[in-house]
Nanobody, 119 residues
Framework: QVQLVESGGGLVQAGGSLRLSCAASGGSVSSYAMGWFRQAPGKEREFVATISRGGGSTDYADSVKGRFTISRVNAKNTVYLQMNSLKPEDTAVYYC????????????WGQGTQVTVSS
């Protein structure tokens, strides 16, 4: 199984940018579809973005389309989430997740990284 560790979160002003990284060990991210999710305090976890195993297909929540970009560099065993034009409502703990093809649910999750966007 794969272990995932997110990094890159922090405090940023509205309109700014952050790049989150998800580093994998114990397995290759090329074996998995990858996703980013987020959870704000008192809120349900929500989908942010997904990327196919080869990186050729992506999907985004409507709330982040045009602002966030998910990417992967399989040779580095890393998945990224570039977040631009950040808004206070983007404040949440962001989680990286991996899903094997044919599985309904994401199986592996990182510990999360906090993103806080100030006004």
């Amino acid at each position: 199984q794969v272990q995932l560790v997110e990094s890159g979160g922090g405090l940023v002003q509205a309109g700014g940018s952050l790049r989150l990284s998800c580093a994998a060990s114990g397995g290759s991210v090329s074996s998995y579809a990858m996703g980013w999710f987020r959870q704000a305090p008192g809120k349900e976890r929500e989908f942010v973005a997904t990327i196919s195993r080869g990186g050729g297909s992506t999907d985004y929540a409507d709330s982040v389309k045009g602002r966030f970009t998910i990417s992967r560099v399989n040779a580095k065993n890393t998945v990224y989430l570039q977040m631009n034009s950040l808004k206070p409502e983007d404040t949440a703990v962001y989680y990286c997740a991996a899903r094997t093809i044919g599985k309904y649910e994401y199986e592996y999750w990182g510990q999360g990284t906090q993103v806080t966007v100030s006004s």
